[in-house]
């Protein structure tokens, strides 16, 4: 199918996605592409690329893939340059990879486990909204996305490293929307809620299957809405920031958290 014959938000358009083979990543992938975008995939997880590439290629989408470490910055600069050759630019980059990084009080910190989640949470997340601009602007402008979390805008007890990493990838978001929004480019972060996905494989295994549950039910207890969000949810609100319906949203934090973020802990 030609590009161009697709209907929905996203037709003609081409958006790049980081961590795309899992969770949030993946959702978001399928729910543009079946609005009509084409995509360039990043993700660690090459088999899971390869299911994505076949999903969205039912969907009579193209998806080009790149296997490997977003914190390695030629990955990113290899996807960048799929996108200009595959698509003749980008109209879209969702910065969604990220990991969850230790559970453990402010002093035990290492300085190994700082470096780690600074070069896989934030370093790409700025490398990849920088080197996006030209692709955009060519274009005459684009959408950027930049997947923070509840935890950049309040603390999470003993997740020091991840809270700060979301933390700074908000205020990366606000001073490319200030130097972006000219040229027709809007640059704005998604801080989603609690959504079971497998990126809590990692708390499991920190915390044990009971520490597990305890902190579950405390997360739950903690969203006003009392449940865990869904992929689909974080998806919907994605497609929206980066859709032209979202034309005046520019520099938001914006939170799909079930009211996490202004709970007071009471359920
Ligand atoms: N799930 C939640 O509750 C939640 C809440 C707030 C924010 N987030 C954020 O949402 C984003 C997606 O998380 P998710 O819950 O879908 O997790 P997930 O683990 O299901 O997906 C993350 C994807 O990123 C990939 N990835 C991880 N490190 C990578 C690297 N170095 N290079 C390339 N790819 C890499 C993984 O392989 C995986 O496919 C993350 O940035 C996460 O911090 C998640």
Redesign the pocket.
Known sequence: MDRMEAGGRFAGKAVLI????????RGAALRLAAEGADLVA????AA?LEDLAKAVAALGRRCETRA????DLAVVQAALDTAKAAYGGLDGLLN?????GPMRRFETLETDEFDRMVA??LRPVWYATAKAHPLMAARGGGAILN?A???GLRPNRNHALYGMT?AAIISLTQHAAMDYAGDNIRVNALC????E????EQMRAELGQAGYEAATRRITQRTLMNRFGTVDEQAAAVAWLLSDEAAFVTGVAMPVDGGWSISDGRA
């Open positions: 980081t961590g795309a083979a899992s969770g949030i990543g990043i993700d660690l997880d899971g490997g470490d977003v914190s969604n990879a990220g990991i969850g896989v949470n997947v979390s509840m935890a979301k989603p809620g609690p959504v996905t497998p990126i809590f």
